[in-house]
């Protein structure tokens, strides 16, 4: 979103009287990613008839002369009526009604409305437009026309006249196309017809058939050429004017003739049809075909089958039917009710003609519609596949399915030949084929071709513009001569608007020409996408439109999916629609849209309108569908999906006016130069001394500090910045580089924690960490970021950051610190590279969960943690699984009848292990006890997996004396001692075991920090830096695993999860932390992050640009409530730029951070806790230390309203806001809380009821 969006839309907000602030945030997701593939090119488009293959043109041939046959509909009435007098139409009523209309009472009846017709006075060539209820009428009505030489022009009845919709719009505008034609319509709907020439205030005149007809009237029939109009169908136009196409009696004629020829019709068929009148297939395939060919007909209101799909086949054998039709979606409907066949005793072995048409034909759909049928005789060839339009007089393309081969009919091609002359395949169900139905060969006396973008013809198989011409083609668009241009080639073809290629001289549709999307270059073709959308559960079949949107000024196409969902987990079926097109075809949508069925948009004949939907979205008519999905609970993460890693992103500074002050430097001599000018000099030393502006003190003397800073600001005054720089020298060992980096900033961090204003701290580091090929990794320095990122999360001081400086370049330092010191506070963890400031974020990583771990069968494990509830699930699956020769190490003996005890003989029931106890951190010890393993087993070491740690689970209960300025130098040294010191006596004891693995077990709390756990968050940065070293600079086999939380294992267990939670950490069972150790163990890279939720704003806010796509833009504001409408008026001029959908939240104040600019994953957090307020029930606080708790909840939270149910942490809290939320109840209330009680306790009423236990 562009930054001038974003602040016309708070300018629009803030011009509304009583608004006091506003903000705005985007919320983005993550891209759904798949697994990687080399892509391939397709193959360039050959040269018109180049390798040998025939140009993509074929001629259904002549059509046999018929001196015998009528040359107009006028003509084939009275054929029909003098030759087959009664023969004629059944016509079924939704309601049970039947009646019949032979041709010869049709005859009679269509002259004596002719009769009425003429008296009103229309004349020869006048257009009339219908609005009919009743088939009989309508029937009536066509002829009369015809016999006249009036235009009838069917247009669908409207859903009601009261009111303005899609169909009175569509009536409207046909009438004004039409130049205010009469309108016919039943006596029913007469008054509803005439009121709507009030509501338009036009002339407007309407008449009934029944108030027309003179009885016994003959009067002549109007002498009708072959080449005179005789009937005008109604099509969708972009506009939203329908456009009119003309027909003359030709084209119809020849049409019926063909299809007649093709398929065998004659004068013997029966033939039925449920599909409207108003449809080019219910009145020219059927109504005019049957007259012309004078068979038998049945013709059945819409409503008949909508209400009960299975009686299409009870009317199938109870007429005999012969023939029939309907679109795809009647064959789904059809076969859901496959289930209640059971009952029928049908005879369907009369049916030899059902054309599926109207709309795309999914294979498996018709294949499972004749499955269905077999038992009841329908011939296994019945089912033909049809293509028609309006503009070529209806199906005039048929091929053939077959019950008995399923590929018949099909043709297979590999994707990525679409773009070429395409791969014809076997059939096969797989990601790189796709299977079309082909739509065959055309009529007698129509031609088609398939051309490219500048109509040149294309050879067959390549996909191009399908072009019609021939004796079934409309005269034009009646009154659109534009639409006609466009529409027509300088040599007479007509542009069908389709997309296809033509095989062995057979058809095959690939999409609509006006719908290819073009995503970044890429064409894609919709059925493709809409027939993978399909396949999801909780999308109906037909009811799915992949569409491109290039809109809002956007630069590209972007992929919009819309979807009528069968299910009510509509957010659950929007994941799986992404998650498959990501699969399939690498495609992320821009948007995936639920839409009611009753607004899904589609022409009478069945056809989507694409357009229509993409005009909706832009309305603004799908926002609260959107914004429902934003606000849905949210599904479990799939375990697929939870995997990340590291990777480094450019990022330039944004400078910030910052007065300079007092500026101390902690640095070294050597490199004291290169950090630029400053007040006092800090160097390392054993005691404290001054001489002038420089001091020296020990790292590690936490008085020294005390004494420094005192000292300065008596002498110098406040302190604005300081400059720890110690740790940009080169570690000379493991202990001076701890020392020189996070036990110095600990304990500086602590120092400055305690004064009132605190200064800004920068921390330089060189060889900090690994950014790109060529660093090197000062590996003591690694347990800085997340001692780092912790006190930023606790809020330490008002603004901290780590600067890697490039080694290799001390010339830059100066200019890269001033660079720094004018930064905005953007990013906690910078490094700077060849001139180019870098940020770490993360990359989602597509992991197969059923790869094969890099684990050897029967090998030697040594697995560090003991028999800890995790290493004892691994343990355990090692023996079951590999045979593994086991080496467990843990911190102390096991005691006779302990629980360690009881795990460790029912390991051994399972295969071969050996327990020591030992110091991790003893080199020698764990040296001896490693080839004291491989003696025994007469094998060399395959792996270590490093789980110990010491247990910090009892900090819960104390967490603000955990803080990085309260923590204890031996809370620092216990953890440091498994994970900093362990590692580096397992690096000595892997030293001369070469292709041994390594398997660190980190936490994301190391990437992250982790509020009163900063010595843990240390610990296991170390961990991940170490791993960079051993794995990237080394070459070493390395995996280190960075995990959220194992819940039913390990120190974990039990402890509080909703905190974890809402920064996106998903808990782990032990079966989703095995599986994913073993997918990880598959993969080659050096670190992952698990159990990462991509929705959470606080990870989402994590990624790297190129895997996050926007989702709405929430625009907060505080002070006086405002209606949305009025906002969104206020606004309406942004809103249409806006590419995403557009929420307005009212909150008590914007949640800003501690330098004081907008919170923006905070204000994400408070607009949808807003929103899922207002879709749950609201719990009043009920007693008057829930109402005081609530009111400091709303203080510090930003929220008006807060009810005794609602959870801190899923109102935007989090650690920062618990240590202030718990010191404004601490310094209000007469009674005290601790942090760690929030957390376990997380709601006003629950809180409430632990603080009145403790009175």
Not at 725 to 731: M, N, Q, R
Request: charged share 25%; net charge negative; with cysteine.
């Amino acid at each position: 979103m562009s930054s001038e969006l974003m602040a016309d839309l708070a300018e629009a907000v803030r011009a509304q009287p009583g608004v006091a602030d506003v903000a705005c945030a985007v919320r983005k997701e993550a891209r759904t990613v798949r697994t990687e593939q080399a892509p391939t090119a397709p193959e360039p488009v050959p040269e018109t008839g180049s390798d040998g293959l025939p140009l993509a043109e074929v001629h259904g041939g002549e059509l046999p002369a018929d001196p015998t046959a009528p040359k107009t509909l006028a003509q084939a009435l009275r054929l029909a009526a003098e030759l087959a007098p009664d023969r004629g139409t059944v016509l079924l009523t939704a309601e049970g009604g039947e009646s019949f209309q032979s041709y010869a009472e049709l005859f009679t009846e269509a002259r004596e409305l002719l009769a009425g017709l003429r008296k009103k006075g229309l004349l020869p060539g006048d257009s009339v437009l219908f609005q009919f209820a009743d088939n009989r009428n309508f029937v009536t009505a066509f002829w009369a026309c015809v016999l006249g030489g009036f235009v009838p022009t069917p247009c669908g009845v409207p859903l009601g006249f009261d009111r303005e919709n899609a169909g009175t719009r569509k009536l409207r505008n046909a009438w004004e196309l039409l130049e205010h034609p009469v309108v016919l319509t039943d006596s029913g709907l007469l008054d509803a017809v005439n009121g709507l020439g009030q509501s338009w205030h036009a002339e407007f005149t309407a008449y009934c058939n029944e108030e027309l007809r003179k009885p016994s009237a003959q009067p002549d029939l109007f002498p009708a050429e072959p080449d005179d109009p005789v009937v005008q169908l109604l099509t969708s136009g972009s506009t939203g004017v329908p456009k009119c196409v003309r027909h003359a009696n030709a084209s119809i004629v020849a049409r019926t003739l063909a299809s007649a020829a093709a398929n065998g019709f004659d004068e013997h068929d029966v033939s039925l049809n449920w599909i409207p009148l108003d449809h080019v297939g219910g009145v020219i395939m059927h109504n005019v075909g049957n007259v012309v060919l004078r068979n038998h007909h049945v013709n059945a209101e819409t409503d008949a089958f909508l209400a009960d799909p299975l009686v299409w086949m009870d009317w199938v054998h109870r007429f005999r039917v012969t023939n029939t039709w309907a679109p795809n979606f009647a064959f789904s409907l059809f076969n859901d009710n496959a289930h209640r066949v059971a009952d029928r005793d049908w005879d369907l072995s009369c049916l030899r003609h059902i054309c599926n048409g109207g709309e795309a034909v999914v294979t498996r759909t018709a294949q499972r519609f004749l499955e269905v049928l077999r038992p009841f005789g329908l011939p296994a060839d019945s089912l033909l596949p049809t293509f028609g339009m309006s503009e070529i007089a209806s199906g005039t393309i048929y091929s053939t399915l077959s019950g008995d081969d399923p590929t018949q009919g099909t043709i297979s091609v590999e994707k990525t030949s679409l773009g070429g002359r395409l791969r014809v395949v076997e059939h096969r169900d797989t990601p790189e084929v796709i299977t079309f139905t082909e739509v065959g060969r055309p009529l007698p006396g129509l031609r088609m071709r398939i051309v490219d973008d500048r109509n040149r013809p294309l050879p067959e198989d390549h996909v191009g513009r399908l072009q019609f011409s021939g004796s079934t083609m409309m005269t034009g668009y009646y009154r659109n001569p534009e639409a006609n241009r466009k529409s027509y080639t300088e040599d007479g073809w007509f542009n069908s608007g389709d997309l296809g290629f033509i095989h062995d001289g057979r058809l095959t549709l690939t999409g609509r020409d006006s719908d290819l999307i073009v995503v970044q270059g890429v064409n894609y073709l919709n059925f493709d996408i809409e027939s993978i959308v399909e396949q999801v559960p909780g999308t109906e079949v037909t009811f799915v439109a992949a569409c491109g949107d290039s809109g809002a000024g956007a630069e590209t196409e972007k992929l919009v999916v819309f979807f009528v969902p069968t299910s009510p987990d509509v957010a659950g079926t929007v994941t799986r629609i992404k998650a498959r097109l990501a699969d399939e075809i690498g495609l992320q949508p821009h948007l995936v849209v639920p839409v009611e069925r009753s607004r899904f948009p589609k022409t009478n004949s069945g056809k989507i309108q694409r357009s229509q939907l993409i005009a909706d979205l832009h309305a603004g008519k799908f926002d609260d569908a959107l914004r429902d999905l934003v606000d849905a609970p949210d599904e479990p993460v799939d375990s697929s999906e939870w995997f990340f890693e590291r990777v480094w992103t450019e990022q330039s500074i944004v400078e910030t006016d910052r007065a300079e002050g007092v500026r101390v430097l902690f640095a070294d001599e050597e490199h004291e130069q290169r950090f630029g000018q400053h007040t006092v000099v800090v160097v390392p030393g054993t005691r404290f001394s001054q001489n002038d502006g420089r001091f020296s003190i020990d790292p590690e003397n936490s008085s020294h500090y005390h004494d420094l800073f005192a000292a300065v600001r008596q002498q110098f005054g406040p302190v604005d910045t300081v400059l720890h720089a110690w740790a940009a020298a080169p570690s000379p060992n493991l202990d001076a580089g701890l020392r020189a980096g996070p036990y110095s900033v600990r304990l500086l961090l602590a120092e400055l924690a305690s004064g009132a204003d605190g200064p800004a701290v920068l921390v330089f580091t060189a060889n900090g960490l690994w950014v790109r090929e060529g660093d090197a990794v000062d590996v003591p320095k690694s347990a800085l970021p997340g001692l780092v990122r912790t006190a930023v999360a606790e809020g330490t001081v008002p603004l901290l950051r780590q600067v890697d400086l490039p080694a290799e370049n001390p010339e830059r330092w100066a200019g890269i610190v001033r660079s720094e010191l004018a930064a905005a506070p953007d990013a906690d963890v910078v490094a700077h590279r060849a001139g180019i400031r870098l940020v770490p974020r993360l990359r989602p990583v597509p992991l197969d969960l059923d790869g094969a771990p890099d684990l050897v069968q029967g090998g030697v494990y040594a697995i560090t943690g003991g028999l800890g509830g995790i290493a004892y699930q691994i343990a355990e699956y090692l023996l079951a699984t590999y045979q593994a020769r086991l080496l467990l190490i843990g911190r102390s003996p096991i005691s006779e009848g302990s629980v360690k005890a009881e795990r460790l003989a029912d390991l051994r029931m399972l295969g071969e292990v050996e327990y020591r106890s030992l110091d991790i951190g003893d080199t020698a010890a764990l040296h001896s006890a490693v080839a004291q393993a491989e003696r025994r087993w007469e094998r060399p070491l395959s792996g270590i997996l490093h789980l110990a740690s010491n247990d910090v689970s009892q900090q819960w209960a104390r967490l603000e004396e955990h803080t990085v300025a309260r923590a204890s130098r031996i809370e620092f040294a216990e953890t440091y001692r498994a994970k900093v010191h362990g590692t580096m006596a397992i690096a000595e004891v892997l030293r001369n075991r070469p292709d041994t693995l390594l398997v660190l077990f980190s936490s994301v709390n190391g990437e992250f920090g982790g509020s009163s756990f900063g010595a843990y968050s240390s610990a296991n940065s170390f961990l991940n830096g170490f791993a960079d070293y051993w794995g990237r600079e080394q070459g070493r086999p390395v995996r280190c695993l960075s995990w959220s939380m194992w819940t039913g294992s390990g120190m974990n267990q039990g402890s509080p999860s909703a905190a974890a939670a809402s920064r996106g950490f998903v808990p782990i069972d032990d079966a989703g932390g095995l599986a994913s150790l073993l997918a990880a163990l598959g993969q080659e890279r050096v670190n992952l992050l698990i159990g990462l939720d991509r929705r959470n704003e606080h990870i989402v806010a994590e990624l790297a640009p190129e895997h996050l796509r926007s989702t709405e833009i929430v625009v907060a504001y505080s002070g006086d409530v405002v209606e949305e409408q009025v906002l969104r008026t206020q606004a309406a001029s942004v809103l249409a730029r806006s590419e995403v959908p557009v929420r307005f939240t009212h909150v008590a104040q914007i949640p800003r951070d501690p330098a004081g600019a907008v919170d923006q994953a905070a204000l994400l957090a408070v607009a949808r806790a807003e929103s899922q307020r207002g879709r749950r029930k609201y719990a009043e606080p009920e007693t008057e230390l829930e109402r005081k708790l609530a009111a400091i909840w709303g203080d510090v939270l930003g929220h008006e309203r807060i009810g005794r149910d609602d959870a801190f942490f899923e109102l935007g809290g989090n650690s920062l806001r618990a240590a202030q939320l718990v010191a404004r109840i601490n310094g209000s209330l007469p009674m005290r809380v601790a942090v760690h009680q929030l957390y376990d306790h997380p709601t006003v009423g629950r809180l409430a009821k632990v603080l009145e236990a403790s009175r």
